[in-house]
């Protein structure tokens, strides 16, 4: 668990940083999309990890919340608790 | 005269000629020797080649270090030299922009 | 704690970028290993032959020169976006390195951070 890291991203699907953080996300990476990031979970990119989450509140705001598993779906608490055992965070 | 800031900096660097550096220089009681002359030539060249002053002090003493080795490139040989902020009064003497992160 | 500073803005559009070259230099002056990365069309940076005074501007390509003497370990630029915008090595500044953006690239660095 340790070591790995946590990319968070909050740029839609078209923006230019969201393409380079799949670009740069490892296999055993974790990824939590907020904010305009989560517009992705419509159609999952192919290099998503398995690790992957998307933030309740940004998701049930945009009417996406039940487009995917409520296992992909985490609070504030969850996306801290995944922040402070990350080895490294990414804010991109 | 050209036209200076309220700080004392030169608004055009381009503007700037040596008799302007004496003059800035006896503004802040410094009377320029050779190992003045030789700072305020190593930034002319410094803001002809990079289009930038030394940002800050640390930088400043950086790039000294750099071009002449530590004997000059350390804050108390620069200090001595140019008093208060070494980086700001160099760059006044030598009619460069204001280091944007000195206070 | 090495750093890595992503620039994809464009220069003269913004001062985003000038900011991040900013805090290099910033993290330089206190002897903090940081490297710029160029990405997208933060590429454009990097181009030779830059004449900003005719948008009022300094050029960039100049003040980017400056950063091996303050102390920034290493400028690197996207090979994809270099493709895109039609880079090649003698096009870019000299000491560039062109390399391509993936985890082996980010997990070198401690921080890794963005320009705005």
């Known amino acids: 668990m340790p070591d790995r890291t946590l990319h968070i991203l ?6 230019y940083r969201h393409h380079l953080c799949l670009e740069a996300i490892g296999p055993e990476d974790g990824l939590v999309f907020i904010e305009n990031g989560v517009l992705a979970v419509v159609q999952l990119p192919t290099s998503a990890p398995d690790r992957w989450y998307a933030l309740a509140p940004d998701l049930e705001a945009r009417g996406l919340i039940g487009q995917i598993g409520e296992d992909r779906v985490i609070s504030f608490d969850d996306m801290v608790e995944l922040t402070a055992t990350a080895g490294k965070v990414i804010s991109w | 005269m050209p036209e200076r800031n309220s700080e004392g900096f030169l608004e055009k660097p381009e503007h700037w000629y040596p008799e302007i550096a004496e003059f800035i220089a006896r503004e802040d009681g410094i009377s320029l020797s050779e190992n003045h002359w030789e700072i305020i030539k190593f930034l002319r060249d410094f803001y ?4 930038v002053s030394p940002p800050s002090n640390r930088l400043f003493v950086k790039a000294v270090r750099e071009r002449f080795g530590e004997d000059k490139g350390n804050s108390i040989y620069l200090m001595q030299l140019f ?6 009064t160099a760059c006044r003497i030598a009619g460069l922009p204001r280091p944007t992160n000195c206070l | 704690m090495s750093t890595l500073i992503i620039i994809d803005q464009p220069p003269y559009g913004s001062w985003e970028g000038r900011e991040a070259l900013d805090m290099a230099f910033s993290l330089a ?26 948008v009022g501007q300094k050029s960039v390509e ?31 500044l000299d000491g560039v ?15 890794v951070t963005f320009a705005g």
Not at chain 3, 38 to 53: D, E, H, T
Not at chain 3, 71 to 78: D, S
Request: hydrophobic share 35%; aromatic share 8%.
């Open chain 2, 83 to 88: 008093p208060g902020t070494p980086a700001k």
């Open chain 3, 62 to 92: 100049r003040n980017l020169a400056a950063a091996p003497i303050f102390g920034v370990e290493a400028l690197l630029a996207c090979t994809e976006a270099c493709n895109r915008y039609g880079l090649t090595q003698t096009d870019l």
């Open chain 1, 10 to 15: 909050n740029k839609p699907p078209e923006h």
């Open chain 3, 29 to 54: 002056a206190f002897d903090q290993p940081v490297t710029l990365m160029f990405c997208g069309a933060g590429v454009n940076w990097l181009r030779k032959g830059q004449n900003a005074g005719k």
């Open chain 3, 97 to 111: 390195t062109v390399t391509a953006v993936g985890p082996e690239l980010t997990s070198r660095y401690d921080h």
């Open chain 2, 48 to 51: 002809r080649d990079y289009q």
